[in-house]
């Protein structure tokens, strides 16, 4: 029998009208109310000169970051994985369908 290696994670979710896919080792329930923590964020590996520009922005993004809290409402989805896709960033499609929540106008 052998050793399974770590598990990885594809995280989808919503941030400022864009479906952000992440890849993570550490993902679980955070103390503050309503979040969830990602942690150990994982980028392919380049091993040709063509550069994906969403992923490249997303490391830049997330260069330096330790832990991210991403709030409940904005998980689409997590799926463990048997190994790292591309991470990307695309604008999220459907929304224009919703109609924002009315909002008493302010006396001038």
Do not use: C
Not at 45 to 68: I, M, Y
Not at 70 to 86: A, L, N, Q, W
Request: proline residues 7%.
């Amino acid at each position: 029998m052998t050793k399974r290696e770590a598990p990885i994670y594809k995280v989808i979710f919503l941030n400022q009208g864009q479906v952000f896919e992440m890849y993570a080792k550490q993902i679980y329930q955070s103390d503050l109310w309503g979040f969830l923590e990602v942690e150990e964020f994982v980028f392919g590996e380049r091993t040709t000169v063509v550069v994906d520009p969403s992923e490249e922005k997303l490391k830049a993004q997330f260069e330096g970051v330790v832990r991210s809290f991403v709030p409940m409402h904005s998980i689409v989805r997590i799926d463990e994985v048997e190994r790292v896709g591309t991470p990307k960033i695309s604008e999220a499609r459907g929304t224009s369908n919703v109609m924002p929540f009315p909002m008493p106008m302010p006396d001038k």
